[in-house]
């Protein structure tokens, strides 16, 4: 009996601590306002590619739930506005469609969030009174399935829930829902379902750019911004934006509620005026987001505070109304060729745990060079990307540097683009560079100057010493995590067997 005891209590302390080193993640938007996407399978295939493990959609699209069975990314589906009323009015209706649209398909689809409604507060019809008699209903639904605790029940909203967000402090919901937003934060309390908010930097740049800058924006202020009650800096209005959240949440006592972003992100074009909608900006702000969440920095207020965000959205959607630039929130084309380059991973080094060994998964290996085709102009602005967002280590080819010489930009180039395409898990999408980029199967070293390849620095990046400076934090948590792992690991084996038996066992190791 008392082993038995020993084992659950080991299982179950690993399973507590498997949640809570889960870390921050990054998921995408698969918005389908669109009439030239890829079909779902198509579209899991590229999810998959780029490795990414999060997705939300508006819906609950067979075709959708269908194609993400058995790939592992976990979904977060959506119940429409437009249904609110079926859901808010009888049980039956919400217990139908659990039945129906998503019992069918689970678990091997990976369903982990239901969002019911979304962002009710600029809807036309009345769906703030209709959204948490809908929430309750669902919450019903999936306890009768018995999945409430693997499926969490939340509703999105936008940042117009606030009527006030600056100071960050003086954060404080905006009293005219609170009919609807009071039962609802009680409902998240109680279920320990997220708040979950769409955030946009880029509007309150658009808006009101006089008074916001663009590299506060971006992610790229030298300067810092202080609240002048908590004294908290803040050098970037994303985070400006949840602590204001966050103590709008702290102002009504609701201290337990995690922050979910459910929407963020830039558009890469948009209309004359909307200047700051580029691809360039578009790059930065991701890239400079995924970095910050994946380190888990948190906020100033909340540092260190583990932030699940989904970046808006995997396609440009052609459907969508209004300025240029709403249809052009994509990271890719309908074509699935990317608009701007994105690390996922927001490491910039090979990641040891995912991929041990890339480039002979092909039987080959092979290299990223510069196209010779590529203008001038445009090796340069990929060249300094990769240097810079790209967190390429460029030092070799600097004045007196192995790889300096021959002098030019497409030598250059040349190095720089085959690391970032090295440390991104060699993909073609790594070796895309707005096409300027070629993929060659002859290895480019020359005399000193050696060219990496996946393997190369293998060793380096496990090697928590050697790590590059710029991504220490979140490898090693990696480390520390699977030394705990690890020793866990050992502790259950301890158990299972004889001690007599895992001392030997532990000794040989
Ligand atoms: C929405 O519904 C609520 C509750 O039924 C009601 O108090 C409110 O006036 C309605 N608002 C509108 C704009 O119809
Ligand atoms: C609060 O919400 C109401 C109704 O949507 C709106 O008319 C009002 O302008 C908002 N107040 C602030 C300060 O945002
Ligand atoms: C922008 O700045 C002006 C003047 O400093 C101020 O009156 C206004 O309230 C500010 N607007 C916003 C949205 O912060
Ligand atoms: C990562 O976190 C550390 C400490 O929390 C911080 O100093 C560093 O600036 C962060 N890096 C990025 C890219 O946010
Ligand atoms: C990669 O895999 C190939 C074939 O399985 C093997 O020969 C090679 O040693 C591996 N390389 C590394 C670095 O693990
Ligand atoms: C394998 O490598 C060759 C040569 O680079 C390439 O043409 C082919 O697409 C690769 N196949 C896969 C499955 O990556
Ligand atoms: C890690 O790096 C240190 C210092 O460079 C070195 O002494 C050690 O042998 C390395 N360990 C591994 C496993 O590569
Ligand atoms: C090819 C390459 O970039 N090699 C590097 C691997 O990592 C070691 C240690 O960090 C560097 O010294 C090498 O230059």
New binding site residues.
Partial sequence: MARGFKLIFAVSLLLVLLDLCRGSTIGVCYGRNADDLPTPDKVAQLVQQHNVKYLRIYDSNIQVLKAFANTGVQLMIGIPNSDLLPFSQFQTNADTWLKNSVLPYYPATKITYITVGAEVTESTNNASALVVPAMHNVLTALKKAGLHKRIKVSSTLSLGVLSRSFPPSAGAFNSSHAYFLKPMLEFLAENQSPFMIDIYPYYAYRDSPNNVSLDYALFQSSSEVIDPNTGLLYTNMFDAQIDAIYFALMALNFRTIKIMVTETGWPSKGSPKETAATPDNAQIYNTNLIRHVINDSGTPAKPGQELDVYLFSLFNENRKPGLESERNWGLFYPDQTSVYNLDFSGKGVVDTTADSNVTSLNGTTTWCIASTKASEADLQNALDWACGPGNVDCSAIQPSQPCFEPDTLLSHASYAFN?YYQQNAATDIACSFGGNGVKVDKNPSYDNC?Y?TAG??KT?ASNTT?IASSTTSSTMRNEAFTWILSFLFMTLLSVLLDMEESVKILTRI
């Fill in positions: 690391i050696l990496m190369t620095n380096a050697a």
